[in-house]
C-alpha cells in the first residue's frame, strides 16, 4: 500500500500495535506514521482534530463492522428476531470485534476516563447505542427515546467491564454477564409502568388547568 492509499482505518489498524505501550496518544500516532512513512500534512489530512478524531472513526467503523456482520449474519431471521435478542447479538458482535485487541480497549477505557474526554466519550457511547437501538427497530420519539439509551448504556458499561475481565477463549463469562443484564432490564418496564401512568395523568392536568387558565383569561 501507498502512502497515498493509506485510509484513516488502515492508520488506526497499523497504530494497534503501539497502543498496549503508549496508548491512545499523539506519540502512538506520531510513532505509527513515522513507521508508514507520512508527513505531518498527510497526517493533518487524515485525521485533522488528531487523537481525538482518530478515536472517533475507529469507533465509527467499529460500530459500521458491527451492524455489517450483524445483516449478514441474521438476513434471513431480522423479521423475526424480538428487539431484545437483536440487542443482545449487535452487543456480542461489538465484543468480537474488540476480542483482538483487548489490551487496546483497556487503554481506550482509561483514555474515556480522563475528564478531558468526557464529552467525546459521551458522544460515541451514544451514537453506538443509538445504531444498536436502531437496527433493533426501535421508532420511539417521547421520553422512551433517551431512557432506553440510558439503560442500555449502564448494560453496555458493566459488560465491557466483564468483557475485559474475560479470559475465556469465547467470551463465556461476557456473555452470561451481559445475558444476565438484559435479564434485569427487562423487569424494569413492569416495575416503572405505574409511574409512566402517574406521568401521564400529570401531564393531562396541567394541561386541562392550561386550558382553564386560557378560558378565563379571554373573558
Known amino acids: 500500500m501507498s502512502r497515498s492509499e493509506i485510509t484513516p482505518e488502515a492508520f488506526i489498524e497499523a497504530m494497534l500495535v503501539h497502543v498496549p505501550f503508549d496508548g491512545w496518544t499523539e506519540a502512538a500516532m506520531q510513532t505509527t506514521a513515522d513507521q508508514l512513512g507520512l508527513s505531518a500534512s498527510q497526517m493533518t489530512q487524515l485525521f ?8 472517533e472513526t475507529g ?15 441474521f438476513a434471513d ?13 449487535l452487543l456480542l458482535i461489538r465484543f468480537e470485534i474488540l476480542q483482538p485487541n ?3 480497549v483497556r487503554k481506550m477505557v482509561a483514555f474515556m476516563a480522563q475528564p478531558a474526554q468526557a464529552k467525546l466519550g459521551s458522544k460515541l457511547l451514544y451514537k453506538t447505542l443509538d445504531r444498536v437501538w436502531r437496527i433493533a427497530g426501535d421508532r420511539s420519539t417521547d421520553y422512551n427515546f433517551y431512557t432506553k439509551r440510558a ?8 459488560t465491557m467491564l466483564a468483557f475485559l475481565d474475560d479470559d475465556t477463549a469465547d467470551m463465556q463469562k461476557t456473555r452470561a454477564f451481559l445475558d444476565r443484564r438484559l435479564q434485569d432490564v427487562a423487569k424494569v418496564p413492569k416495575a416503572t409502568r405505574p409511574l409512566q ?15 382553564m387558565r386560557r378560558k378565563t383569561s379571554g373573558r
Open 48 to 55: 485533522p482534530q488528531g487523537i481525538t478524531g482518530l478515536v
Open 59 to 73: 469507533s465509527d467503523d467499529i460500530d459500521r463492522h458491527m451492524a455489517e456482520i450483524f445483516m449478514n449474519r
Open 77 to 89: 431471521d431480522m423479521d423475526m428476531m424480538p428487539v431484545h435478542k437483536k440487542i443482545r447479538e
Open 102 to 104: 483487548k489490551e487496546a
Open 151 to 158: 439503560t442500555l448504556g449502564a448494560v453496555y458499561g458493566s
Open 197 to 211: 401512568a402517574a406521568f401521564s395523568a400529570i401531564g393531562r392536568m396541567l394541561k386541562g388547568a392550561g386550558s
